[in-house]
């Protein structure tokens, strides 16, 4: 093996274990993913009491740009929201609001979102071929 050839990969292999070996960098959050969940014992019929409210209110929510996508939840348990919030702060002062939620009937999980920074080696410079 060349000498040049060698003192690449021994320099390739020193950065990139130097980099595994930092902490990770916490993305900039972008987004919150909130999952609504029905808590246990609450009927059908408290739901429909407030549903009119909740879904007109949501709808507002979704208007006015703070829901960019809303889905339903597989298990029929309740419904989940991408939000166009900066942080779960931002996300709990917007849901929160919500009839389920002041009625005690259902309660979210919040998860801030943001870019997948291990992308970021991809703009690293290339090391230079020696």
Do not use: H
């Amino acid at each position: 093996m060349q000498l040049p050839l060698l003192r690449s990969i021994l320099i390739s292999a020193l950065v990139a274990t130097s980099l595994l070996a930092q902490a990770p960098a916490q993305p900039k959050v972008t987004r919150v993913l909130a999952t609504l969940t029905v808590k246990p014992g609450i009927t059908r019929d408290q739901i429909m009491k407030v549903m009119q409210d909740e879904v007109r209110q949501t709808v507002g929510l979704y208007l006015d740009g703070k829901i960019q996508e809303w889905y339903a939840r597989g298990d029929g348990k309740g419904v989940v929201f991408l939000l166009d919030c900066k942080s779960v702060e931002e996300a709990k002062e917007t849901l929160e609001a919500l009839p389920l939620i002041r009625a005690n009937f259902a309660s979210f999980e919040y998860m801030p979102l943001g870019p997948l920074t291990p992308l970021r080696l991809l703009l690293a410079p290339p090391t230079p071929a020696q």
